[in-house]
């Protein structure tokens, strides 16, 4: 038995198999958009890691800011570390996005291949695969934003410690 396009395609919709396709394209996208964004938070943090361990190091251990400085260079170091985790949760998640299109290309394909036996289960195998693919890649995408929202959390939670620093200079 010879299956046409249209017979896997969502009630014969001929836009579903680029529909299929596109998605999970866009998502790769987002996903690129984020691991740049999380990226470059990473390198401020590492820079301002080193101007604070700068600091530590001109002030010395009896100095009475240098527990301030301390706990600054503390959360930078809580900070780097969730960026970093982040970072792999959202890579993670950009190559399953790419796994996913790239099964669902492969999906469509799959009716032109002739008639064998099997062929139905090749295309319920790739279509499920895709489908798994792109689930567990939404899920790592979320995650990796909420670990964002917590790290700038943690961010402008040391901005106001880093005030009350500088703020304490002045008096």
Not at 6 to 29: C, K, R, S
Not at 75 to 89: C, I, S
Not at 166 to 171: F, G, L, N
């Amino acid at each position: 038995m010879i299956y046409a396009a249209g017979d896997y395609a969502a009630g014969g919709n001929p836009f579903a198999v680029l529909t299929a396709v596109v998605a999970p394209a866009i998502l790769t996208n987002a996903s690129s958009v984020l691991a740049l964004g999380t990226s470059n938070r990473l390198a401020r943090v590492v820079d301002r890691t080193r101007v604070v361990a700068r600091e530590l190091a001109a002030i010395g251990p009896g100095d009475s800011h240098y527990k301030s400085w301390a706990a600054q260079l503390d959360g930078l170091q809580v900070r780097a570390r969730l960026l970093v985790k982040a970072l792999r949760v959202i890579y993670g998640s950009l190559g399953l996005f790419v796994t996913a299109a790239l099964l669902s290309v492969v999906g469509a394909i799959v009716p032109y291949w002739g008639t064998y036996y099997g062929q139905r289960l090749v295309f319920q195998l790739t279509a499920g695969l895709a489908l798994l693919a792109g689930a567990v890649a939404v899920v790592g995408l979320a995650s990796g934003c909420a670990m964002m929202v917590h790290e700038t959390r943690l961010a402008v939670q040391n901005l106001a410690e880093e005030a009350k620093i500088y703020t304490s200079y002045r008096k």
